[in-house]
């Protein structure tokens, strides 16, 4: 069974940077052809998918957060890390990594991907 789990900090300040780490047990991010995915829902708004990076070590990002996302990857821990920069309290959401078989650029329902992390709560705040 497959497992991702979240972790970084819950409270980031205006203008730093966003670090998340995605910890993947039960399979490696290198075998097979999976999407390895970060998503986010901002409070009262659908989930917003915000790129991935395959097995293989190609990366794909939204076009609307391009500018400011950074996704790279450990091998050697089995993990997946998301950076965004100059952060705004737009970007308070929860955070999710989730794997999908193919390619998703948006998120129309859960089931488009076969596992999720719990979640972990950003708030941007001074």
């Known amino acids: 069974q497959v497992q991702l789990q979240e972790s970084g900090p819950g409270l980031v300040k205006p203008s730093q940077t966003l670090s998340l780490t995605c910890t993947v047990s039960?399979?490696?991010?290198?075998?097979?052809?999976?999407?390895w995915s970060w998503i986010r829902q901002p409070p009262g708004k659908g989930l917003e998918w915000m790129g991935a990076?395959?097995?293989?070590?190609?990366?794909y990002y939204s076009p609307s957060l391009k500018m400011r996302t950074s996704i790279s990857r450990d091998t050697s821990k089995n993990q997946f890390t998301l950076q965004v920069s100059s952060v705004t309290p737009e970007d308070t959401a929860v955070y999710y990594c989730?794997?999908?078989?193919?390619?998703?650029?948006?998120?129309?329902?859960?089931?488009?991907?076969?596992?999720w992390g719990q979640g972990t709560q950003v708030t941007v705040s001074s």
């Open positions: 039960g399979g490696s991010i290198t075998t097979n052809y999976y999407y």
């Open positions: 989730a794997r999908a078989a193919t390619l998703r650029v948006r998120v129309r329902n859960r089931s488009e991907f076969e596992y």
């Open positions: 990076i395959t097995s293989s070590g190609s990366i």
